[in-house]
């Protein structure tokens, strides 16, 4: 996205109330302050009158807030000159900070009142000692140049997707670079982290923390090897998002070496101050078996969470922006793009739900002696029940539970089994109707376990048709939704060496028998 786009994004929201018009005058400070080349655009002279027609709405203590936050840019002249004009409480770090020359200082002191007059020429003695000059044009913002913007726009799905199938078709290629730089044992291919308002990282998963936490975004080597793509620092300074931009670790551990890091603003929901960055690094062209296939690397739970992380990041964002849009946080928003916003969250959590699925399906694929793992139903059963009962009670209908007066032993790991029929449970009362009655039963069919429970009448449609064939067509997003639902149970339980079907009436969830207990 453009950075004038970005401003008339903020501008162009309605303010409701006072604190809808704070949220909104303190973004507006907030981008203009790191406008750089972009300050004669007419979006930053559009934003400038928004600034000072609006600054009387604001509480003095926030707007001092706000200067303190962008004392220390190189602020836009006009930017500067508002400063000047709103009471010395508010604007003293500002001016204490900026560095003018003779001339521009009278552009500010033509705005000031006399106490933050006094200010200035206590400050700039020489100031008292020049002629008036002549500002009317020399100081005039220069015209915009036409280079092209280079924000780095947000990492979307497909972008990742397309990544990841590049690094797998790599990975799968024969033989290794010559030229590829052996890492030590255990080296991490992926790691998560976000960092604070200063740029420096304050947290990471997925990776030893002693060499990256205290690392700075902000600024482009620390002096002592290690070295951050400009790029970043530019995005950083300009609250944008980058991707791919390149960041190098010195020394021999376990995290050295050349990494892409990608990231994304972050804003507190109740102010819209900035909070820092969230994004993910990884490598490039790890090393690989000579022998190793394609085939082989799908079926590694070690690269399927790592798609798992990489998908997460820009999902993450996109719930984040959806729910600023929802929530109002930058300001009144219409109607239908609030409803449109809140349709997003709720199916972008779904969606997360899914690869909080995946991320589990591999964990428990490559744990050890997980083929040995077992699990009694029917006590596991009597452990969801309570809650299973409370969702029923929600929508006004009722569940029945089996009595079970035998063990069930069934050959999947506790967790995986209690996932499957939470999941289950939760996902058909979802769907029932008040006052409709639910029945779940288990029994034995051949080698297989069957955990049954009855099918609303309102998954009795379309729900079936798109839980067969995902292109099907014709259903709302709440069948949409149920069946999806469905799906990740039936992909879970596949896991576990099962599966999810249905008949008329119900849905039959199968789980293979533990012999020989």
Not at 73 to 80: N, R, S, T
Not at 266 to 271: I, M, Q, T, V
Not at 393 to 422: C, G, K, Q, T
Request: with cysteine; net charge negative; proline share 6%.
């Amino acid at each position: 996205m453009r950075f004038d786009d970005r401003l008339l994004t903020v501008l162009n929201q309605p303010a409701g109330d006072r604190h809808d018009t704070a949220v909104r005058w303190r973004q507006l400070v907030d981008l203009v302050a790191r406008a750089g080349s972009n300050a004669s655009s007419p979006a930053v002279a559009e934003a400038l009158q928004s600034i000072r027609n609006e600054a009387s709405d604001v509480d003095e203590q926030l707007r001092a807030a706000t200067a303190r936050a962008v004392a220390a840019l190189p602020l836009p002249l006009g930017l500067l000159e508002y400063f000047a004009s709103d009471r010395l409480a508010v604007s003293a770090p500002v001016l204490a900070a900026a560095t003018l020359d003779v001339g521009q200082w009278q552009v500010l002191l033509r705005s000031a009142d006399e106490e933050t007059r006094r200010f200035i020429e206590t400050l700039h003695p020489e100031l008292k000692s020049e002629p008036l000059l002549d500002v009317s044009e020399k100081y005039v913002e220069p015209p915009e140049t036409a280079a092209a913007d280079t924000s780095p726009a947000a990492p979307s799905l497909h972008d990742v997707v397309a990544r990841i199938e590049r690094r797998r078709r790599n990975r799968a290629a024969p033989g290794v670079a010559a030229d590829h730089q052996a890492l030590p044992e255990g080296s991490p291919a992926l790691f998560r982290w976000e960092c604070g308002p200063g740029g420096e990282i304050v947290w990471v998963e997925g990776a030893p923390r002693g060499p990256l936490i205290g690392r700075s975004i902000a600024r482009p080597n620390d002096g002592k090897g290690d070295r951050i793509d400009e790029e970043v620092v530019r995005a950083f300074t300009m609250r944008a998002p980058f991707r791919d931009a390149a960041l190098t670790v010195a020394g021999s551990g376990r995290v050295s070496g050349e990494w892409k890091i990608s990231g994304v603003p972050a804003f507190e929901p109740r102010d819209g101050r900035f909070a820092g960055y969230r994004g993910i690094a990884l490598r490039e062209n790890l090393p690989t078996p000579v022998r190793q296939r394609a085939a082989d690397l799908l079926g590694d739970p070690d690269s399927v969470r790592e798609l798992v992380h990489e998908i997460k990041t820009p999902l993450n964002a996109i719930i984040g922006f959806a729910e600023i849009i929802d929530g109002q946080f930058l300001g009144p928003a219409d109607r239908g793009y609030r409803e449109r916003a809140a349709d997003i969250v709720a199916q972008a959590r779904l969606l997360l739900g899914a690869i909080d699925d995946l991320d589990f399906a591999a964990k428990v694929h490559s744990g050890e002696g997980a083929a040995s793992r077992r699990v009694d139903l029917a006590e596991l059963l009597g452990g969801v029940a309570g809650s299973l009962k409370e969702l029923a009670a929600a929508r006004e209908a009722e569940i029945e539970f089996p009595r079970v007066r035998h063990s069930a032993v069934a050959a999947l790991e506790p967790e995986l089994a209690d996932r499957l029929l939470y999941r289950l449970g939760a996902a058909v009362i979802e769907r029932a109707a008040p006052r409709e009655r639910l029945r779940l039963a288990l029994d034995q069919v051949g080698d297989h376990w069957r955990v049954s429970i009855t099918r609303p009448v309102a998954l009795r449609g379309a729900v079936g048709a798109i839980l067969a064939d995902p292109s099907a067509t014709g259903a709302d997003k709440a069948d949409i939704a149920a069946a999806l639902r469905l799906r990740l149970v039936r992909g879970l339980a596949r896991v576990a060496g099962g599966d999810l079907g249905m008949t008329p009436t119900a849905f039959t969830l199968l789980l293979p028998i533990a012999h020989g207990v």
